[in-house]
Antibody, heavy 113, light 111 residues
Framework: QVQLVQSGAEVKKPGSSVKVSCKAS????????ISWVRQAPGQGLEWMGR????????NYAQKFQGRVTITADKSTSTAYMELSSLRSEDTAVYYC??????WGQGTLVTVSS | NFMLTQPHSVSESPGKTVTISCTRS????????VQWYQQRPGSAPTTVIY?????PSGVPDRFSGSIDSSSNSASLTISGLKTEDEADYYC??????????FGGGTKLTVL
């Protein structure tokens, strides 16, 4: 059974960056894509991008191109999502997910001056 | 790109059966797997169906998924409804670049 554990809540200023981690255990980390999904308050789910750790290749939703970077560290079975040029509309809970089956617990990112 | 359209809300009584639809706007629903996620208030999503009709371990067999090419839609059926099934449900599939596409979500009320 794969478990995904994410880093804790963050409060950021507009214009800054945030980096959220997602540590996997109990499965073969490198072989399966890790996706990042966010959910703004009261809204639906929105896919941001994904990485296949064994290939080190990431691809991104067009909406976030140029502002999001997804990386993975195979040695620690951890994936990262970094979002830059933060604005208030980026306030959301950010989730990682593996294979469309396993989900992290979510990380609340609040962007406020 | 295509859209996945779900009803905004559905309601049904405990013990009954409810079906939530997810209609693909273009391209074949059968061309890419569909997942279904349950999200209770204040909680992370959990997967109840993956690859059209597979249940992760721990998900009761009251949950089932299917694909209907004639209506170009996927369906999530929950039988023997329980109050604990009250949640938001999202369908998700993939586009030609393997990017995830979500439906807008359906609020299930069990009353």
């Amino acid at each position: 059974q794969v478990q995904l554990v994410q880093s804790g809540a963050e409060v950021k200023k507009p214009g800054s960056s945030v980096k959220v981690s997602c540590k996997a255990s109990g499965g073969t980390f490198s072989s399966y894509a890790i996706s990042w999904v966010r959910q703004a308050p009261g809204q639906g789910l929105e896919w941001m991008g994904r990485i296949i750790p064994i290939l080190g290749i990431a691809n991104y939703a067009q909406k976030f191109q140029g502002r999001v970077t997804i990386t993975a560290d195979k040695s620690t079975s951890t994936a990262y999502m970094e979002l830059s040029s933060l604005r208030s509309e980026d306030t959301a809970v950010y989730y990682c997910a593996s294979r469309g089956v396993y989900w992290g617990q979510g990380t609340l990112v609040t962007v406020s001056s | 790109n295509f859209m996945l359209t779900q009803p905004h809300s559905v309601s049904e009584s405990p013990g009954k059966t409810v079906t939530i639809s997810c209609t693909r706007s273009s391209g074949s629903i059968a061309s890419n797997y569909v997942q279904w996620y349950q999200q209770r208030p204040g909680s992370a999503p959990t997967t109840v169906i993956y690859e059209d009709n597979q249940r992760p371990s721990g998900v009761p067999d009251r949950f089932s998924g299917s694909i209907d090419s004639s209506s170009n839609s996927a369906s999530l059926t929950i039988s023997g409804l329980k109050t604990e099934d009250e949640a938001d449900y999202y369908c998700q599939s993939y586009d030609s670049s393997n990017h995830w596409v979500f439906g807008g979500g359906t609020k299930l009320t069990v009353l």
